[in-house]
């Protein structure tokens, strides 16, 4: 007599490895997801013109960083803002060597320069809208930036909770 699988129990199991694993303390990477300026923040040392939407290039008092009249302002470049980049943090397991990706994508040419990541289903929309990630490495400055190669595709055992994406090096 054969034993039918307990699919429920099975799947429960997959997903409390594939959490542990994607964890921040699993076999993850940091990773900055970058989606760039996204506030504009007046000026703080220049007197901004409305009417002609940036920097009438003079100092405004208490401003951090002095500069004399016919001068462009050092502290926004005569921008009359600057922008706040925003950037959200996640934990994701990369993949760089390709003969061990999951699910390669087809028809598509890959290159060395390139990698594959799994990260957890909620960063699904987060990951759709950066303008690219970083790996944040401690023991460097210089960490590698990459672009999404190919949408976000959703995985799992009949669940699908979790993403598989392809980065390449920006």
Known sequence: MAHLLNFPNLQSIYNQQMDLM????????LCRLNFGVSKKTICPNCIFDPNLKKSANKYKNGGPIEFILGTIC???????????TTTEDIYMAIIS?????????????????MIQAISKKTYFDSIKQCKDMTIVYSDINNNPSYTLFT????????????????????
């Open 22 to 29: 994607l964890s921040s303390t699993g076999l993850t990477t």
């Open 74 to 84: 050092p502290y926004c470049n005569g921008i009359g803002y600057f922008g706040e």
């Open 151 to 170: 949408a976000p595709n959703l995985v799992g055992l009949g669940d699908n909770n979790y993403i598989i994406t392809f980065w390449k090096l920006a």
């Open 97 to 113: 060597d390709q003969k061990k990706w999951i699910n390669p994508p087809a028809n598509v040419a890959i290159t060395d320069n």
